[in-house]
């Protein structure tokens, strides 16, 4: 059916406001609300820091570098801490006591807004926006303690609003055809069904690049080259979606296509970055250098003009800049601050000046141009044209996201898995918040500065990405699928593939019967946990409870800090957690698995909460909730379900994409604990999955009297 483009953008634009909104009523209430050492045990804040230098990183931008208050921590490593690169945040003076009162926007004027650029052992970096320069109070100087804390990311929001705000405003004569496809105005030109053979394509007979690619590669990049508007590459975990667009982008090459390709994040972009490098292809990657991988700045817009002739001549007005950044950090006087600021202003207008022509001729003559999707929305591509526009991790990515580069394209190919998680939504008309009260209840709010916008209609989500809504419109014609995959044991991909993947995935022949018991590195034993692909803990029975997170203090002693507020309604299972510590046990000290080749994923973060000591105990294992864990792998996974109580209920459980992530994360070994009972009582599916593992796992039914006994001896 085709739909509206101005409806189909103004709805786009009042789901935004809401989620935007949602995002910064979450930070407020939380910052309002908690201390900040409970903001840094929840993952939003990093607390006792200093200032240690300030510098002028690539691009001009300055660089402040924090590191523990040595007078309140001592020197040496962070404490674990939830803060990314790539996090907006604000570094200000830090308050003491409990948060009562404090309002972020009034802490923005007191501190300063940046992006994380780098995450070490014993500092971070943050790159200070230059919006905040010569207001407010800056960087804060001297000794003075300083934190960070976590902001909603505006300015990836003012992208997508820009962007729809012009989806709204263009008349029919401006759609382009590709526009009028992606929104079914007209149908996609047809792609010739017989894929089989290596026959002309473009202007040539393909001569790939890379001979180990499959089959199934082989035939989605057919597709992607012979489709003339829209292709849809669909990689189930595992499967070799990247490695399928790295081929399909030296075939592109190969026939003179100028190519943009973008993912949701910097780290799906450098991905392919490296991996196109090795070909000598002409490439640039766009974006703020310091939130860029070491290995990929050489292709970085940003260095490129500054090691090119051109940059040698803005090299003294960088000089000039350093000096001034110095200069900052000796003052304490607020109005010489603000003059520096000013000064620091002018020259950075120069350099931009002097950037900007060197930047538009290393683009104009890049043939592979690499970005983020709102990164495309740069003034650096403002007047350029590509043939193809890449998207990888698609299924990731809001609608409205991707619009950004798509808005000047004539020919897309998107990749992605929509039977795995969509992109993270916090507003209200999520399926997320529907089946969780938690967000509702924030406490006051920040709104945002946004224009009226209208209501949003019945059933509209931002969860519906791109990948899903040009599916349901066009169907499988737009779409190839990858099936041989390269991660897990082929009694670990069966269900999911059964389930899921109408039962079409193949485990390549080097993965389908490895096991922990043949990783290859001294001291690993051949026992019974390290023996089986595929082990079921059942806690059926009624003795293993799930908990609901009290409104119990949190710990730090100061009050006013509850465990609801930061992990929302959340459950905790101690029972299933005495197992995982107890199978974890068994892996690393009986099996020889080190810790770093064994995961433990819960949908529920109170769960994670509970098992955070064995970080400690086991160095290198890693924790994460399932949502956290999207597009990762390990040797062994455990999955604790958490859900245990007589009503059947599940929560989260639910969601498929959720269930099917957490299962394909491993490599050899999965281990499942959860009450059969209660999951089974929630969904079709999850009665299916507890049926399977009945029937093909390694089955236990544990005993909690000696289980607790045990743990009471160790
Ligand atoms: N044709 C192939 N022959 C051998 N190995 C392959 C082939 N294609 C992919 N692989 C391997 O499979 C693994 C997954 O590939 P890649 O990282 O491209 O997958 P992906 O689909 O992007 O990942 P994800 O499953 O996380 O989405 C990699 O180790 C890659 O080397």
Partial sequence: MAINIPTFAATQISLLAAELEAEVAETSALVSLHSPSALQRAGWALTNLTVLSQRTGLGGKTVVELGNDPAFRGEGDLPEHGIRSGDIVLLAEQPTGSGKKREVREMERKGVKGVVVRVGKQNLGVAVDEENE????????????????????????????GTMERMAKMGEGEYSYFMRVLFGLTTPSPVPEDLSKDEEVGEGKIQWFDPSLNESQRDAIRFALKSQEIALVHGPPGTGKTHTLIELILQLLARNNRILVCGPSNISVDNIVERLAPHKVPLIRLGHPARLLPSVLN????????????????KDVRAEMDAKQASIRKTRSGKERKAIYADLKELRKEYRQRERKCVSNLISSSKVVLATLHGSGGFQLRDEQFDVVIIDEASQALEAQCWVPLLSAKKAVCAGDHLQLPPTIKSLNSSASKTSKSKKDTGPTTTPNTTAAPPIPKGATLETTLFDRLLSLHGPKIKCMLTTQY???????????DELYEGKLVAAPAVASRLLNQLPYPGIKDIDETREPLIFIDTQGGDFSEKTEEDDEGGDGKGGVTKRSLYGDSKSNEGEAMLVREHVRCLVEEGGVRAEDVAVVSPYNAQLALLAPLKEQYPGIELGSVDGFQ???????????????????VGFLAEKRRLNVAMTRPKRSLTVIGDSETVKKGSKFLKKWMEFLEENADLRYPDLASLTAAAGDS
Avoid: Q
């Avoid at 407010?136 to 990311?153: M, N, S, T």
């Avoid at 897990?488 to 269900?495: G, K, P, W």
């Avoid at 996974?637 to 109580?645: A, D, P, Q």
């Fill in 134 to 161: 010569g207001r407010g109070e800056g960087v804060p100087g001297g000794d003075r303690r300083v934190w960070v804390v976590k902001l909603a990311d505006e300015v990836t929001w003012k992208r997508m609003n």
């Fill in 299 to 314: 292709h970085s817009l940003d260095v490129l003009t500054r090691t090119s002739e051109a940059g040698a001549i803005v």
């Fill in 487 to 497: 991660r897990m044991h082929e009694l670990i991909m069966r269900f999911p593939s």
């Fill in 631 to 649: 597009g990762r792998e390990k040797e062994a996974v455990i999955v604790t379900l958490v859900r245990s109580n007589p009503d059947g209920e």
